[in-house]
Every structure is written in C-alpha cells, then in structure tokens.
C-alpha cells in the first residue's frame, strides 16, 4: 500500500508540473480537488505563521480565473517555466488523505533565451485518493527565497 | 505493469545520464537501438515542426562516430555535465514500445569549476523494451531555451 | 527484491535531504550507521585517489559534533540549501547492503534571497538495510567543481 502511494504521488507530480511547462494551463486546476487550498508563500513567512501569502485560491473557478488572467495579460508568453522536482516523503495516510512534502526547482526560461533559477522550495500537499486518481485538496507552496517576484506569472 | 514499465524507464534514464556524466561516452550508444532516432532541437523549431535539428544521428555508427569527434577534438576535456531528471510521464504503451516525457536539467561545470545551467528541456522518448532492458528507439531533446550552444560537445 | 531495494533508496534519499533543507541537523546523523565514513571530496581529487577530502567524519559522534559547531557558530543562519536529487542507480546488493549512486545539485538561498547553484555531485553510497530502514554505512559526496566553499557550512 505505502509503496503504491508513494508511486501515485510520485507520478501525479510529474504530471503536474508537466502541464505548467507545456503550457496547457486551463487543466491545472484539474489537478485540484474542489474545493481545495493553492496558496505560495514564502518559507519565513510560513515559519512566522503569517497567514498572507502571494497567490492564494480556494476553488477550481479561482484556479480558472487566475489562468484567464495569464491569457489575457499575455505575460505568460514572455517566459517559459521547467519544474525539477525531487522524489516526495509521504509524511502521513490516513483513510484515502496522503500528506506528502516534495521539494521543486523552477528555472525560467525568458523569450530571448536567458535562463536562470526563478525559485526553489517544496510542496506540503494533501492529495486524497480519487477515482480519476489523486486530487489536491490543498497545496502550500513554499518557496526557499524571499525574494520571489510579486508579478508571480505562471503556476508553480 | 503500467508501474513496472513506469520503474524501468525511471532507472535506465538514470542509467542514462549517469553514463555521460562519468564520461562514459562509448558506451552511450548502447542505449538505443540500432536504428534509432536521437535528435536535439529547440522548443520553437519543434513547435514550428522544423526539421532542422542542433544535432541529428540514426544509427550507432553515427552516434558513435560523434563521441569518436568529441574525443579527437578534446573538447570534451574542458568542461563535464551533470544531468538531473525529474520523473518520467509515462504517455504510451503498445506491444512492448512505450512512449514517454521527461524533463531535464544540465548543469556544465568549467574546468575552472565555475558552474552554470546549460540547459533545461525534456526528453521526447520511445523506448522498445529488449530482453536486455529498454533500449531508445527515438529520443527527441527539445531545449527550451534558443540559446543553445551550437557547439554542443556532449551529449544531452 | 531489486524494485523494493529501488525504493527504500530513493525514499530514503528524499528523507535525508529534506532533513538537512528543512533545518533538522540533529537528526542528521541517525542516516547513518555508526561507526560510517561520511566525506566530500571534488571528482577532481577522487579520480586521482587523493584522499584528503573537504570534509570527514566516521562516527555518529563526529557528525553531531560537526553539527555543533554549526549551531555555535550560527553559519547556518545566513543561509538555507534545497537539494534537488535524480533517481538513484543501484550499483550492487550482496547480504543486506546496498551500492548506490545518486546524482545532486545543492541550490544556496542566502538571507536575503539570492538563490545560487552551491555544488552538483553524486553521492558514492553504500547502505546497510537494517530493521528501522537503511543506514549509510559510507557517503562520499563527489562534488563536480573544484571550486567547491571550504566554508562548507551545511552538510551536503
């Protein structure tokens, strides 16, 4: 059981970060239960507590309308993402809820070429298991720096 | 099955590039058929589906007579790659052929130890499963950076 | 029995760096067996068989001490780390332990946000599977550039 779980979690990852870089970004929130909790932040201010983060939605239609915001403010075609995720540490399961922490290297890569490590950190998730396969019932992102652009364009 | 072949494309890329990365280059070849396909090329250039790629070969032989260069010109002496993947996506299986995606991330190191991102991209796969493990009947590197050093002197 | 020593690597692997990138230092040491050899060395110096590395412990003790002077110093306050690692290759398996290569790349996240490749390497491991999980009985941690901080503050 530990093991397949592990290998779920392990392969929805590659999947989700698969659909940000191939910019098919009106699935991501697929990978989101609904209800569910996507939030960024930064690691001093999670350590503090601190309840504001950066980007923070709370339903596929939030989720949705952050990515018609992309689309139209036409950011997103001025850079590409590539996610590097490392293996996750499934922390916790408990009836059909696996809370797993996985850390994540994002490197943008701008229109003309110049390619530069945007931001490091780790996903605390909370995947329940459906039947299409696991779901984000809620997703704090993490991020190591605190220097983490504001103008945040596309998902992590 | 599917989680077997999902392991069995886990480990032979990290075979893969644990080989390039311990300048192991002769026996590269030996992870894809003979023929095969091994093409670099950008993430533009393939979205566009121009041919043209950086690098282009289809046989051991040709695979073999770029390490043979690589060696004479001693270009190779100057700098080393290490290669992180992240998971593979895992997009097909049919008769013992499966298709799948994983995404890269080369780090060069300078002789004088300075050390930078070379590039980023994914590996557009299809491997043949051969008694002797999986062997590349294709491999599609599509960098997603333009900027790629046209004098690509290992392996990706 | 191969896949399942696969896993306990690659998860083990993931729970180590998580250790160290989350700050929990004192609990660093128990991934490893005691006594052990824990060094970092450059690929430059492990080719040629130097054995002085950068750093060497071989005992439970000495890595707590290690981690001591960390804390006393305060070093590690300026700065956090975020390992990203490839999938491990299993080397050899004979009664119990295990051989194992691993790449890495080690990103530096300094207090005020400036986020920096550290070292790229692999880790030459050898672990012992024992009833709570696997130890390492050996690490050396080969860092690909000569250039490698002698003020090496965090454990790689």
Known sequence: MTQDIFHLILRVQ?????????????????????????KITTAANYREGLEAGIVFANSHGMLSDRVSSLREANIYEHHTYRHILGAPSILEEIDGAVRSETPFLVVRIMRDGQT???????????????????????RIVVCDSSRINTLLALPI
Not at 24 to 33: A, G, M, V
Not at 117 to 137: C, H, N, Q, S, W
């Open 14 to 38: 590659a999947d989700y970060v698969r659909c940000i870089d191939d910019d098919r970004l009106e699935s991501w929130p697929y990978y989101f239960d609904d209800p569910c909790t996507y």
């Open 116 to 138: 530069d490590i945007f931001a490091t950190g780790r996903y605390l998730d909370l995947y329940r298991v459906r039947e299409g396969g696991p779901k984000l019932a809620e």
